[in-house]
């Protein structure tokens, strides 16, 4: 019994070391963090921060010092939300309120800055700091007399601050009263003589009210405090520099580099890039990256440097440096991305972006280079997920709406494109960017007068840029008026000979005029372009096709399926051809030879499925799609027209919606896609649904009648007779003897169309 007994509590002590509590496996993982930063070895911190936070997520504590960590590596993006959270885990704490509340006033968040600040008011009423933020975010939601009522409680608290009449005076400068804002800051700077923030928030004031040399002296005193001080002396350093006085600014960059912390001479090395001297800065991020402190953010800096030198090996092996080390840093896997971006290797930069998102769910960086990868692979809507996360991690990122804004054009939803390109132009208003934005979905949108008048204001200030000219020749182009849409992409293709948006607008041009032989010779260059993309090829095929070249229109769109498996029209276009000319069987033999020598290419098993799809073997079809599906289970075109056969066969339909849905998140952009999910929604009786899927394929090809045939008979059978009539009416005119059209004619007979 005894040695039961003993046995018994020999596997409870086991069992016991096993499930170590996590709240003491993350306080001692901070405690090593914390040895870490006394070492000054804040990668190796951030790490066991990192896990402490991990095992025990509700330790504010542990968010704290993560954040600290982070922002000792420069990680200030990462480090301001672990300090949101930790402030939200802490809410007792006013310093940790008052200091979250004031980095989010900084960002625009005046808002969720007053509500910390009562956060801290909560915890301690009489605290000066929480009054002075308070009233600071009143200022910035316009309630400046509530503002100004809340600056002055906190100098009634403590008369002798002169930080708060620091903040009195940004107040009275806010509400106009330029006089009392001076003497406010005068106040601050008398109160407080030896106060770096008061001498710096009044040397800001008066650079904003254009009194550059007055500022100038409030840095000098500010330096004469604190002569040592390295952020007075980055602050003149980067003064004089932007003021164009580099000899000036030589003594305080001399400063920062006789800085014992290596942080400083970071800063250093950053303004030497930023002041163009490059070597000078390359060989100072060369010593610093030999220390733990400045290694990640030195090496970094200099796989930059490498690639913009055009040695991307160099870059590369930097990269790889960082990651060797640290595997997960989310800053290194994003410059990964990047620059494979940059070398067109799509796939790879986006496997490279989505393990930074997952080693940091809140980075921005890598949401954005992941969403650009993705448009790269024309995987659009998942372009389009990633973007969004950007949008709701910094929604003042006006790159990412633009690019937002982009990707819905490019499906067709034209009113999302606008409002979001009018967000980023409220943002932005005087960016090229954005004003060419409101203008392209302006054109889309069929709003020409305010195309016209955003346009008119473009050309006058970048009389030389492609993009605005091929703006112009979309407007011009839209308005019917093909001479001067001429003129403008011509113009376009002078500047920038390689612009695909010229090519396609002049020979659109060349082919309404009847210059067909100038649009072959366009079509002619794209070809001979060996860094032609899917897109390019493409409107070369078309091109040829409309010559009636099919053999010329084949060749390019062979090319096209080798360049990208995945995309969907070169298959559509490529089987049209073939039918054309009476050619399946030939083909099928060439391309099922071409099968069995390569059994896992998506491209070859894809068309002869499509190929046995449009000699109605259906069958057999069938079963070519699922082998496809069987090597890449997201194959669009494959899970679109398997969807498409099931659905005629009535053949396990809710298989085929799903089937189709996976298409679209593949191929949002693709209005066969959209037809053949809103088909398959109007034979499960999802009306609704229906029409949504069959109106967004209209909207990206409006001259389908095959499109336009399935709505109408949607809009009939849903009770929407007027919508059926018009819709069904311009089916017939597009195409009147198409398979629909005596189908049509008796849905219009019934819902009383003449």
Known sequence: MMRVQALLLMLMAAAAGCSEDPQIAARDAVTRGDAFVAKEQHQEATIEYRRAVSLDPKSGEARRKLAESLAATDN?????????????????????????????????????????????????????????????????????????????????????????????????????????????????VSLSPKSLPARLAYAQYLMATGRAAQAETQLKAAYDI?????????????????????????????????????????SLAQLYLASNRVNE??????????????????????????????????????????????????????????????????????????????????????????????????RLEEARAAYTEVVKLQPTNVGAQLALSRLHLATGSVQQARQLAEQASQRAPEAPATRAAVVRTAIAARDFTRAERELTTLLRDYPKSADVHNLEGMLRAGQ??????????????????????????????????GKRDAARRRADRIVGETSANVDALMLAARTYAHLNDAAGAESVLRRAIQLDPGRSEPYGMLGELYAGQGRIDQALREFQAVADRQPTSVGAQTIVAV??????????????????????????????????????????????????????????????????????YFKKGLSAQAIEELKAAIARDGNNATYQYHLGLVYAQSGYFDLAQKTLQSALTLSPSAPQAAEARKVLGRVGAP
Do not use: C
Request: net charge negative; hydrophobic share 45%.
């Open 76 to 188: 200030l993006a990462a480090a301001f939300r672990e300090l949101v959270r930790a402030a939200d885990l802490l809410p007792s704490d006013p310093d940790l309120q008052v200091r979250v509340g004031t980095l989010l006033l900084a960002t625009g968040r005046a808002e969720d800055a007053k509500a910390r600040a009562e956060q801290a008011l909560a915890a301690e009423p009489n605290h000066v700091g929480a009054h002075v933020l308070r009233g600071s975010a009143l200022a910035g939601l316009k309630e400046l007399d509530a503002g100004l009522a809340e600056v002055e409680r906190a100098i009634a608290i403590d008369p002798g601050s002169g930080a708060t009449y620091a903040s009195l005076g940004a107040l009275q400068l806010a509400r106009g009263n330029r006089e009392q804002a001076d003497v406010a800051f005068e106040k601050a």
């Open 226 to 266: 604190e002569p040592q001080n390295a952020l007075i002396n980055r602050i003149l350093a980067v003064y004089y520099i932007s003021s164009r006085r580099p000899q000036l600014a030589e003594p305080h960059l001399v400063h920062l580099a006789g800085q014992t912390d290596p942080r400083a001479r970071l």
């Open 281 to 378: 800065g390359t060989a100072l991020l060369e010593r610093l990256a030999k220390e733990d402190a400045t290694f990640e953010a030195s090496t970094l800096l200099l796989a930059r440097i490498a690639f913009t030198r055009n040695d991307r090996a160099a870059g590369h092996a930097r990269v790889q440096q960082v990651l060797d080390r640290f595997p997960d840093n989310p800053r290194a896997l994003v410059v990964r991305a990047a620059f494979l971006l940059s070398d067109n290797k799509a796939a790879e930069a986006a496997e490279a972006a989505a393990a930074a998102t997952v080693a940091d769910p809140n980075s921005a960086d890598g949401f954005a280079v992941l969403g650009a990868a993705r448009r790269a692979q024309g």
């Open 480 to 513: 019917k008026n093909m001479a001067a849409a001429e003129r403008a992409f011509t113009t376009a293709a002078q500047l920038r000979p390689t612009s695909f948006e010229a090519a396609a607008g002049l020979i659109a041009v060349d082919l309404a005029n």
């Open 611 to 680: 190929l046995l799809h449009q000699q109605n073997r259906k069958g057999e079809a069938k079963e070519r799609y699922r082998k496809v599906l069987a090597i890449d289970s997201s194959a669009p075109v494959a899970a679109n027209n398997l969807a498409w056969l099931m659905m005629e066969d009535n053949e396990n339909l809710d298989e085929a919606i799903q089937l189709a849905q996976r298409a679209k998140s593949r191929l949002p952009e693709s209005g066969d896609v959209a037809d053949t999910l809103g088909w398959l």
